[in-house]
């Protein structure tokens, strides 16, 4: 008997042991990386749309692969939009942030999650894909499906799903930019 | 030479985790597409295993054995998912850095293969140089990798380009075919010349 009840004991006062330290360091840490992530979310704001106020469009009407709305206000006058957007890449869902002047212009692009190869889809991170964006309004597409982008070599599917969420970025400003106050 | 240091040298080259233990393949065939993941990888699966290895030697005597395997799972478990709380919360540039490869590391079989064929039959002192070497020789195998794969895939060196355009770029290096021709003719070239030898001193004693 006691063959049995002394192993399964202690392996039950390891667990709970582990159990208890785990709760103290999720609680301790809760509020600083709630913090982090926000300040992530703020950096990659004013990223794509610089020197503006965001602010959540909470009745936003989500059209595609849109996610998420936020106005952006410059010295009190509208800016654009920062727009969130959920793709599915070659590697599973990719998300990314997309900023959008008043003239539906993209003004920049980041991606916030991915994942993709390395060295091949997650070259998507890099400047030298997204910055090509930048001003883009129409053509959002790749070359291959005779658009504007250039795709990243041997990752077509990611320039594909990174160039889908910046044109639906544009679409939903181009729809809802000068209905929404 | 002292015991510790043999021990930390038999991680690093005589029982390399990789070329000769052959453990944690997949962490290895995934992160090894350049320099950066690889040594990105193999430093902080080095302080994971450092950590968990003394954990567990400080616990072996009261871990029983017949449950040991549940034991170390929860214990390294727990350990990592500490560890990356507490650098989302207090290191965002490390965790930016190194958060990719925190959640390969809890299901990288070193951390526990470690844990039952060393950390849980010597002292933590050992251990800790247990860890510190199996640690160094997958961070060095990494780099390796990732040196021959960055440069024929991607024809570059710690980012910079080095080959010119001319050159072909193989991105099947890049891709898992790659990964294991790579560590393939890696592993020969290994046993050929180095292991072949034996270990020179263990004769002697």
Known sequence: MKQITTPALRLLIICVVCAFLLGISSEITKEPIAAQNIKIQQDAMSAVLPDCTYEEVSDAKL???????????????????????????FGGPLTMMVGVDKD???????????????????????PSFYDQYVGMSDGLAVEKDGGKVKAITAATITSRAVTLGASDAVQWVKDNGGAQK | MSNNLKVLRDGIIFDNPILVQVVGMCATLATSTSIINGVGMGLSTAVVLIGSNVVISLLRKFIPDTVRIPCFVVVIASFVTIVQLLLQAYMPALNDALGLYIPLIVVNCIILARAE????KNNAVASF?????????????????????????????LNIKVLPDAFPKTLMIIMSPGAFFTLGIIMALFKYTVLSKKKPEESEE
Do not use: W
């Open chain 1, 104 to 126: 539906a212009k993209i003004t920049g692009v980041r991606i916030l999650s991915h994942s993709d190869t390395p060295g091949l889809g997650a070259k998507a991170t890099d």
């Open chain 2, 129 to 157: 140089f247990d860890g510190l070497g199996n640690g160094l020789g997958f961070t060095c195998l990494l780099a390796v990798m990732g040196a021959v794969r960055e440069l024929l895939g991607s024809g570059t060196f």
């Open chain 2, 117 to 120: 064929g060393f950390a849980s």
């Open chain 1, 63 to 89: 059209s595609g692969s849109v996610t998420k709305v936020n106005k952006a206000t410059k010295d009190g006058a509208d800016a654009g939009y920062v727009i969130n957007c959920q793709v599915s890449s």
